[in-house]
């Protein structure tokens, strides 16, 4: 995370700007971030749900 002081006094606004700007991409990059791992955690649920029916297949047969 970024954080910008300023030693002048009279550039306080600037560097409060700044500051609330580096929050703001920070929030993004956490956005976009849990957006990718989202489609991830959707993407391994398919394969879960793919394997779970497979294996109930085979349980199936297994049993007969």
């Given amino acids: 995370m970024e954080a910008y002081l300023s030693l002048s006094p009279d550039k306080t606004q600037t560097v409060e700007f700044q500051n609330w700007l580096a929050a703001l991409r920070e929030m993004d990059h956490l956005r976009e971030d849990w957006t990718e791992m989202a489609e991830k955690n959707q993407a391994f649920q398919s394969r879960i ?15 007969k």
């Fill in 49 to 63: 749900d793919k394997l779970q029916t497979t294996l109930d297949k085979t349980q199936e047969a297994n049993n």
